[in-house]
Each structure stands twice: as C-alpha cells, then as structure tokens.
C-alpha cells in the first residue's frame, strides 16, 4: 500500500493568513505515460463528507475558491490557502489513486490563530 | 446533480453482518465507479472497496475477505456487505463516486458495532 503521511497534523493560522499542509507519499504517485500525479485533496467540515477540493495534484474542482490552490509533483505535494477565510476551518485530506487500495493522509486540522 | 444517500442499520452486533444500501437520484447507476468508504469517530478515512457498473469490483485487501459490494440497476441502488463485524468496525460510512477521485459523497450513515 502507498502510505501518505501529512504534516502538520494541526495548524493555527490568522485570518488572511497563508495557510500550508504538505503531504508525502511512500512512493512516487505520477504516471509516466501521462504525466499525471495521481493525488487529491479533501476539505471535511464536523458532520459532513468530505469535499473535493483539487485533483490531478493541482486542478481546482468546479465552484472551489481560487485561494485553494495545490502543487507537487512524485512523492511531495502541498496544498495551499493564500488567504485563510474563517469558514475554512476544518481538516484537510490527501488522497492518492495511482494504485489501488486508495489510500488518504491522516488528516490535518486547519484552526484559526 | 447526482445525489446519493446511504441506509441501513445503526447499530450491528459483533460477529454478524453489517449491509448497508447507497440510493442514487439525478443519475443513471448504469455508468460510473460507486464506492464506499468508511470514517471511524474522530479518525481517518479509509477505502473499502468499488464496484464498476459492469459488475467488476475492487476491494481492499485488509478488508477483501470479509467485503461484498453488489448493484442493483433496477432500483439504482448499490450496496455494502461486511461479514462477521467487530467494534472496530464502528464508523460512519460513506457511499462515493468516482474511480479515482471522489466529486459526490452520501452525507454518510453510523454503524456501530455492539451488543
């Protein structure tokens, strides 16, 4: 199995703020033949699913913010919030689909400073 | 926009089988990966398996012997099988979309497992 291990596992930041969340993986997750990093990140709010927020290491899903943004590529990614809002607090996951089972990080948790 | 909703029992005692149902509306089940994935309280995600709407599945190997999933196109519906259950596998878990990435998920159902 790929492990993907996040850092920090929480993280307190000011409003306005950038807000960093890295995520590495046990082994490379891009796929030669396309040159895609098979990697996602997750917004979860309490109670609710978690919401898809950027695939493929760096494209933003339809209706996400643009201060989401996400970078990487192998086994290193980040995902970015250029400007922490309050109603972005919550725990963040990265995902990988470059084989399966599909494995996330173990969550960080993004709190307001 | 797909929406989908699980059902099923909340609460399951050890040794017996958890089945849980993922009803699909504003979609065609006949297309697509559906997955479940399951959130233990106040830990992390894990997948547990997919079924393509061909019928083929993909399940994790740390749960593969105990994991059925099955489709049901007349109903739209998909669901979940996990046989002789512990306490740990108390968790809430979610129905999903996708073969890679995961755009649309049920708001999840509790299962816990207890006599």
């Known amino acids: 199995d790929i492990v993907m291990t996040q850092s920090p596992d929480s993280l307190a930041v000011s409003l306005g703020e950038r807000a960093t969340i890295n995520c590495k993986s046990s082994q490379s997750v891009l796929y030669s033949s396309n040159n895609k990093n098979y990697l996602a990140w997750y917004q979860q709010k309490p109670g609710q699913p978690p919401k898809l927020l950027i695939y493929w290491a760096s494209a933003r899903e339809s209706g996400v913010p643009d201060r989401f943004s996400g970078s990487g590529s192998g086994t290193d990614f980040t995902l970015t919030i250029s400007s922490l809002q309050a109603e972005d607090v919550a725990v963040y996951y990265c995902?990988?689909?470059?084989?399966?089972?599909?494995?996330f990080g173990q969550g960080t948790r993004l709190e307001i400073k | 926009q797909v929406q989908l909703q699980e059902s099923g029992p909340g609460l399951v005692k050890p040794s017996e089988t958890l089945s849980l149902t993922c009803t699909v509306s504003?979609?065609?089940?006949?297309?697509?990966?559906w997955n479940w994935i399951r959130q233990p309280p106040g830990k992390g995600l894990e997948w547990i398996g997919y079924i393509y709407y061909s019928g083929t599945t993909n399940y994790n190997p740390s749960l593969k012997s105990r994991v059925t999933i099955s489709l049901d196109t007349s109903k739209n519906q998909f669901s979940l099988k996990l046989n002789s259950v512990t306490a740990a596998d108390t968790a809430v878990y979610y129905c999903?979309?996708?073969?890679?990435?995961?755009?649309?998920w049920g708001q999840g159902s509790l299962v816990t497992v207890s006599s």
């Open positions: 999903a979309i996708g073969e890679y990435y995961f755009g649309y």
């Open positions: 504003g979609g065609s089940i006949s297309s697509y990966y």
């Open positions: 995902q990988q689909y470059y084989n399966t089972p599909i494995t």
